[in-house]
Structure formats: structure tokens, C-alpha cells
């Protein structure tokens, strides 16, 4: 099993910038994938940016430039720095993992940027 904990939501202005973290409870060395997702009121949830299992990035078109994933592996953690915000990135924002074939995600967190 793993246990998936995103912060650093928040409410920011157009333009501005935040850092979301998510901490996984084993080694993220082992796990097969891990990303970003997020799901605005009455849409689907989307990748937004994802590590594949041979350490591959995949970012949704809407936020290649402004958006960037990395991953910490001492602190076991996948991080998504956001900047050049904008409103229709409002949205909350999942951690999934993928794990010995199952799948994981995390509470989410809210991402409020304003006009």
C-alpha cells in the first residue's frame, strides 16, 4: 500500500506562481509511475504532468512551459512548481501513483488562482 499526501494549494493571482508536493509513504524508486492530476467543478479529472516508469515526463498541452515536475527521491516526494498561472488552472489537484499494479491517490489539494 501507499499513502499519498499533496500540500501547498492556496489561492494565488494570475500570474503568480505555486509549488505543490506530494510525500509518498515508500520509496518513490519503486513505485511505476507517479503524477499529477486535477479536476475543475463539472469537468473530468486530467493529467496534468506525470513521471512514466523509465523516468519519462509527460505534460498536458495546456501547461507545457509554465508547469514542471520533479521528484526528490530522498524525501520520497514528486513536486509540480506552477508558474504564469491562470484562472482556468483553478482546479483540485490529485497525486495518483501506480504501485505493483495498483492504483493510489492522495486527498488533493485546492488550487485557486483569480482574475
Known amino acids: 500500500q501507499v499513502q499519498l499526501v499533496e500540500s501547498g494549494g492556496g489561492l494565488v493571482q494570475a500570474g503568480g506562481s505555486l509549488r505543490l508536493s506530494c510525500a509518498a509513504s515508500t520509496s518513490i524508486g519503486s513505485i511505476d509511475f507517479m503524477g499529477w492530476y486535477r479536476q475543475a467543478p463539472g469537468k473530468q479529472r486530467e493529467l496534468v504532468a506525470a513521471?512514466?516508469?523509465?523516468?519519462?515526463?509527460n505534460y498536458a498541452g495546456s501547461v507545457k512551459g509554465r508547469f514542471t515536475i520533479s521528484k526528490d527521491n530522498a524525501k520520497n516526494t514528486v513536486n509540480l512548481q506552477m508558474d504564469s498561472l491562470k484562472p482556468e488552472d483553478t482546479a483540485v489537484y490529485y497525486c495518483?501513483?501506480?504501485?505493483?499494479?495498483?492504483?493510489?491517490w492522495g486527498q488533493g489539494t485546492q488550487v485557486t488562482v483569480s482574475s
Open positions: 495518483k501513483a501506480i504501485f505493483r499494479r495498483s492504483i493510489y
Open positions: 513521471f512514466t516508469g523509465d523516468g519519462v515526463t
